[in-house]
């Protein structure tokens, strides 16, 4: 952005003004014809099927062990996985449920420090030492309490084996209100990423404990750990088998697939290594396993495609190869059993005759009938019975509350570095890389805007329209998170008769830039969900790529159009990420007025969290920095109208004043020009 340190750059960053134009129709013509092309689920698709093709296996076992090592080490980081095994256990135990052979013991159990997980532990009658199995739940009502996570349980503890079923971080009576089902994943499981955690890093630290404390059972026999779940709960089983050498067979049931088709596929946040695609594959993390026992479990009937038997054999055939290779081929096997998406009895024949072998040294390892599974009424399988629970059941939402504030206190202790090691840290942080256009396609003016095409180097398409100011050379970049169409006409036709060019875009993933198959997967998913996910496996968080397209806009204003004077207005979710190309910038002088914007990543309120799309979140970021710091590095004054929180509550006057203080004390911190915040409308 060279051209633009000579150019005095006016930005307004202005968010939902008073009216809405949901639902109406945009005046704006569309700048491509016909029907448009999903540029977004073809970007992907083709960027994860070359990120695919780069993981392959080492072929000498020497070159193994060096590999899964790093791998390890590489999962642990971008995981951010915080296992601590000296932590006392905590073990409080609230009650008991007397079954057929075997007492259930309804638990909780401290997984990292001052935070409980709610558990039940299936202990069979006799004095053991007997072999002992984490079981890990999906995204079924009830968590671990649900009938299909009490079948496999019953299954295992009624032939001998000790059962721990854990409730999954933000599941089951870890929700938000006691009492409450409450879906962990979307935007309240992807905030864990703004303080520095991950959701699968959190649930992979609560089952590596899981197995701390069977290890500690004087009835348990710590060389015989086993792991299985279904689903989500599978995809759990697959990482702490990988993760951890202490469970000596594993059984992930319908969750083994590829990393490349959960790309554009519908699929949890916690499911989610960032990064992760880039270096690796799923056979990857199926490897780490071996020489270990893994029997993979995928269902005839399947619906998820990420989860479906052809997806799995691509993994299990490269996975099998390392078997081999390692002398272990008879560690590992397969079974596609009928019907669908399930934890079903047959797969449970299929789970007891593998851990008979592997567990107890029993049988060849061929299906075992099981024996007969009489479900408990879940309430009397609740650790905190009537909502009644420990403050020490940490939620998502107080779980990110004290991270977040632990974070910017030692912000606002610590001496921050300087701009150009800021900008630096975040180009880092963000994978950044600055976008060149390849080429500007014109075409036929429409009504009274002029069409153009902007082919980047990374492959994208920027759909534009813009109209000539009335005179001069003043411009008005218009940006929407929800695409040009979202931007409020009458606001629009303001700019026109005020005498300023006009230009408007869409960002990657919006209006013409937009996926409709993204949507459709989403369902009731917040916007951006499958799409944020879907990037964020191959280390591209939509922050970067909006603030890297913004930054290009900019810079076509002046070099295509002869802007001297450029005003952006990017709403809601965008005009963060005109914050972050701002900051990235090297613009000496800089004016923000930023409106309905999300002014800090600290999480308030569960409630409301919806309130912004996917498209927000970064992982790490409240370890670099806030909001404010993006702000403060504009160098300049800025005019902020309705600030809000992360979940859309406007600050009050006296928080809007601690904030504008915020923003200048930290100017002066990181050695920036001065600068000055004014407030346009304050909340009492």
């Known amino acids: 952005m060279n051209s ?6 006016w930005v307004i960053l202005a968010g939902q003004l008073p009216f809405s134009t949901h639902g109406q129709d945009s005046p704006l013509p569309h700048v491509f014809e016909g029907e448009p092309a999903d540029y977004p689920a073809m970007q992907l698709r083709l960027d994860a099927a070359k990120a695919a ?29 915080s296992y601590q095994p000296d932590l006392p256990l905590d073990i409080r135990e609230t009650g008991t449920v007397q079954g057929d052979g075997f007492t259930v013991r309804n638990i909780s159990f401290q997984t990292q420090p001052g935070v409980l997980a709610t558990a039940n532990l299936y202990v069979p009658s006799g004095n053991g030492p007997f072999p002992a199995v984490v079981i890990t739940h999906g995204h079924w009502p009830d968590g671990r309490r649900a009938p299909l996570f009490q079948a496999v349980a019953q299954t295992l503890v009624r032939s001998g084996y000790v059962c721990l079923n854990i409730d999954a971080w933000g599941a089951g009576e870890r929700g938000t209100l006691p009492g409450q089902q409450e879906y962990h994943g979307a935007n309240l499981g992807a905030s864990l990423m703004n303080v520095g955690h991950t959701l699968m ?6 089952n590596m404990r899981g197995i701390d404390l069977l290890a500690s059972l004087p009835y348990v026999d710590s060389t015989r750990i086993g792991a299985t779940g279904a689903s989500g709960g599978g995809n759990q089983t ?11 067979a594993a ?17 949890c946040i916690c499911e989610l290594l960032p990064t992760g695609l880039t270096y690796t594959e799923e056979a990857g993390i199926l490897a780490l396993v071996a020489p270990r026992a893994l029997k993979i479990i995928s269902a005839v009937e399947e619906k998820n495609p990420s989860f479906m038997p052809q997806q799995m054999l691509i993994s299990y055939r490269q996975v099998k190869s390392l078997y081999r290779m390692l002398g272990a081929a008879d560690h590992i096997a397969y079974h596609i059993a009928a019907g669908g998406h399930d934890y079903s009895a047959e797969m449970r024949e299929h789970l007891l005759g593998w851990f008979d072998l592997y567990l107890k040294g029993e ?10 599974v009489v479900p408990i009424e879940v309430s009397l399988l609740a650790t905190y019975p009537e909502g009644k629970r420990d403050d020490a059941v940490a939620t998502t939402e107080r779980f990110c509350q004290q991270e977040g504030q ?13 701009l150009a090691v800021l900008r630096e840290a975040l180009r880092q942080l963000l994978h950044f890389r600055p976008l060149t256009a390849t080429r500007v396609t014109d075409y036929s003016p429409k009504e009274e805007w002029q069409r153009m095409a902007v082919e980047t180097d990374a492959g994208g398409i920027i759909p534009v329209l813009y109209t000539r100011p009335k005179e001069g050379n003043r411009y008005t970049l218009l940006l929407h998170g929800s695409g040009k169409d979202s931007i409020p006409p009458m606001r629009i036709q303001q700019l026109l008769d005020e005498g300023y060019g006009v230009m408007v875009a869409d ?6 830039q937009g996926s409709d198959e993204a949507q459709r997967v989403d369902g009731a998913l917040p916007p951006f969900h499958t799409i944020a996910r879907s990037a964020l496996w191959l280390g591209k968080p939509i922050m970067a790529t909006w603030a890297a397209e913004t930054q290009l806009l900019l810079q076509l204003c002046i070099d295509q159009l002869g802007a001297t004077d450029v005003h952006i207005e990017a709403y809601r979710d965008a005009a963060l990420a005109a914050s972050y190309a701002l900051a990235l910038s090297e613009v000496p002088r800089v004016e923000f007025r930023l409106t309905d914007f999300p002014s800090s990543y600290l999480f308030d309120s569960r409630e409301g969290i919806e309130y912004y799309s996917m498209a927000v979140h970064v992982p790490r970021i409240l370890q670099w920095g806030d909001v404010p710091l993006l702000l403060a590095m504009s160098g300049t004054k800025l005019i902020l109208d309705g600030a809000k929180t992360l979940s859309g509550r406007p600050l009050n006057r006296s928080e809007c004043l601690n904030y504008q203080q915020e923003i200048e004390n930290i100017a002066v911190r990181i050695g920036g020009p001065p600068i000055t915040v004014q407030f346009t409308d304050i909340t009492q």
């Open 201 to 206: 890093g959190l649930q992979l630290a609560d």
């Open 53 to 81: 093709q780069r993981q392959q296996l080492p072929r000498t076992a020497a070159d193994w062990k060096v590999h899964a090592s790093r791998l390890k080490s590489r999962i642990a980081e971008d995981l951010a996985l």
């Open 4 to 9: 633009l340190m000579k150019t005095f750059v």
């Open 238 to 248: 697959m990482w702490l088998a990988a993760m951890d050498d202490r469970v000596k």
């Open 507 to 512: 960002l990657w993933g919006t209006g013409e």
């Open 251 to 267: 059984m992930p049931v319908v969750s083994v697939g590829t990393f490349q088709s959960y790309i554009m596929n519908s699929n």
């Open 363 to 372: 049988g060849t390892g061929a299906p075992k009938e099981t024996p007969a």
């Open 406 to 418: 632990r974070l910017k206190a030692g912000e606002a202790d610590a001496q921050l570095p300087r």
